[in-house]
């Protein structure tokens, strides 16, 4: 069975430093893997995906994901934080197949002015 | 051009009482996903619709919740006999293509928050 885990529920930086937000994966074969990002009181909003190719994935507002095969991680990345980064980040995952997405538990970022 | 979009915004009801909540999915999506979110928590999958395909209903957590879609177009999604436990966040998403090959992202709605009194 497919799994998502996001193993800190919250992280906090201070604007201008680098932030990740980990994510790791469970999945049979080889694995869609999937960012959004909700801002208070809205629906998710997708930011990038890997399906093939390069294992550094660029997305929307400078965002990035790094897919690390050996290690079933898909971490998000930004150089530079911004305080409008500040929301609830999902990572997700589908199989090759195009079973049913399954979500992580989601990871709050704060991101200190 | 249109995402997808949800009514009611909002829905306060009191125990006991039916509820139906709308879903327009994007033209030409034939995957529409259900989902809940209760306050400050995960997603919640609740039912899976695939083109005419017989939906996956494994995430309803009762049968006082149903869905309904006709072809590709619109679903509704019916509470009935509410509870307190039911207020949460429905979120609706919707995707170009399902159950296959592919790696099409789903594209959310702004959600119905449904309060049960």
């Known amino acids: 069975a497919q799994s998502v885990a996001q193993p800190e529920d919250q992280v906090n930086v201070a604007e201008g430093n680098p932030l990740t937000v980990k994510c790791t994966y469970s999945?049979?074969?080889?694995?869609?893997l999937f960012w959004y990002v909700q801002y208070p009181n809205r629906g998710l909003q997708f930011l990038l995906k890997?399906?093939?190719?390069?294992?550094l994935v660029k997305g929307s507002y400078g965002f990035e994901a790094e897919f690390n095969k050996s290690q079933t991680s898909f971490h998000l990345k930004k150089p530079s934080a911004l305080v409008s980064d500040s929301a609830l980040y999902f990572c997700?995952?589908?199989?090759?197949?195009?079973?049913?997405?399954?979500f992580g538990p989601g990871t709050r970022l704060s991101v200190l002015p | 051009g249109a995402g997808v979009s949800q009514s009611p915004s909002n829905k306060v009801t009191e125990k006991g009482k039916d509820v139906e909540l709308r879903c327009d999915p994007i033209?030409?999506?034939?995957?529409l996903y259900w989902y809940r979110q209760r306050l400050g928590q995960g997603l919640e999958f609740l039912i899976y619709?695939?083109?005419?395909?017989?939906?996956?209903k494994s995430g309803l957590p009762s049968d006082r919740f149903s869905a309904e879609r006709t072809g590709e177009s619109v679903s509704t999604l019916t509470i009935q006999r509410t509870q307190q436990e039911d207020s949460a966040v429905y979120l609706c998403?919707?995707?170009?293509?399902?159950?296959?090959?592919?790696?099409?992202?789903?594209?959310f709605g702004p959600g119905t928050r449904l309060t049960v009194t």
């Open positions: 998403a919707s995707s170009p293509r399902g159950r296959g090959t592919s790696g099409y992202e789903q594209y």
């Open positions: 033209s030409g999506h034939t995957a």
């Open positions: 890997y399906i093939t190719g390069d294992n």
């Open positions: 999945v049979s074969g080889n694995p869609y």
């Open positions: 997700a995952v589908r199989d090759l197949y195009g079973q049913n997405f399954v």
């Open positions: 619709f695939q083109g005419n395909s017989a939906p996956d």
